[in-house]
């Protein structure tokens, strides 16, 4: 199971994002109940929790759980090969992903899809790793990472026709644009926008509010992510991207913290067995001694 720590291993190298980049942090969740759906073991559902017609908003705020964004993007990411339970877990913390029963966001027809499904939760944070790998590719200076444009190319129909077009020829500025137009496109999805507050005797901030929590805030945290990073690198072992303070040499493999020098140290390994049964036996002649 590939888990790529994007937002906690930047964390750990200390690029935090700026407290006013949180948006305006926590929100309501709005389901309960959360649990597989009976008929299909592949989907989840759950019960609306929605304020009483009359009721009081500020108590019923109160008495409902609420979620907070930090960590969110990292959990996403780690959804690539998620089983359904799983996602049921992320759904729990979050709430569902913002989408309507056709696939698109949720302006579209406003039916919020449910039941969802896993697979769809595979496949969005596959796209969004897909992203982050791009991205890490300019960092880098290295080739773009072919599995990454497949797995944006059976998503989008623009990138499939620049995949097919440009081949292993793209250029650093075909995949900036590629990674520009996914992270708008993650951005209008979630309806982030920027907001302007100011509540004295504080100062005025400018901050992000989304029309759909879930989804604006995996937006907003891979945008920044990849924003603040100095230097970002593939993990040859779990596939995770992460941050580094050199240019990786061309060539050469990297590992995330998480991985390190024992990764490292078994592909050593590898790399020595697979010589050993590549390398040309020498024939060995025996000399004779006189008698």
């Known amino acids: 199971m590939r888990n790529a720590r994007f937002e906690r291993l930047l964390s750990d190298a200390g690029i935090a994002l700026d407290r006013d980049l949180q948006g305006l942090g926590e929100w309501v969740l709005e389901v309960a109940n959360v649990r597989i759906a009976s008929r299909d073991k592949h989907m989840i559902t759950w019960d609306w929790q929605r304020l009483p017609r009359g009721g009081d908003v500020l108590e019923w705020m109160k008495s ?5 964004p930090e960590g969110i993007l990292d959990s996403f990411l780690a959804l690539t090969d998620a089983t359904p339970f ?3 877990r992320f759904i729990q ?8 029963r056709h696939g698109s966001k949720l302006s579209h027809c406003d039916h919020h899809a449910k039941p969802q499904s896993a697979e769809a939760y595979r496949t969005w944070s596959r ?9 890490a590719s300019l960092y880098s200076g290295r080739a773009s990472d072919t599995h990454a444009w497949e797995e944006l190319a059976g998503f989008d129909a623009d990138v499939a026709d620049i995949h097919t077009y440009y081949g292993g020829r793209k250029s650093r500025v075909v995949t900036s644009q590629v990674v520009t137009d996914q992270v708008n496109w993650w951005l209008d999805v979630g309806g982030s926008h920027q907001l302007f507050s100011w509540y004295p005797p504080d100062r005025p901030t400018i901050g992000w509010r989304d029309d759909q929590h879930v989804f604006g805030a995996i937006a907003r945290q891979m945008a920044h992510a990849i924003v603040r ?3 970002l690198a593939t993990c040859a072992e779990c596939g995770s991207v992460f941050p580094t303070k050199r240019r990786p040499a061309a060539g050469r493999r990297s590992w995330c ?4 020098k024992k990764a490292a140290d078994r592909q050593a390994q590898r790399d020595r067995r697979a010589k050993k049964t590549t390398k040309p ?11």
């Open 64 to 68: 409902r759980p609420r979620a907070n």
């Open 86 to 88: 799983q996602v049921l």
């Open 93 to 100: 913390r979050y709430g569902p992903l913002e989408y309507c």
């Open 127 to 135: 796209v969004a790793e897909a992203t982050l790998n791009l991205a």
């Open 229 to 231: 990073a100095p230097m």
């Open 257 to 260: 913290p998480s991985c390190g």
């Open 281 to 291: 036996r020498k024939k060995t002649t025996r000399r004779r001694t006189k008698k």
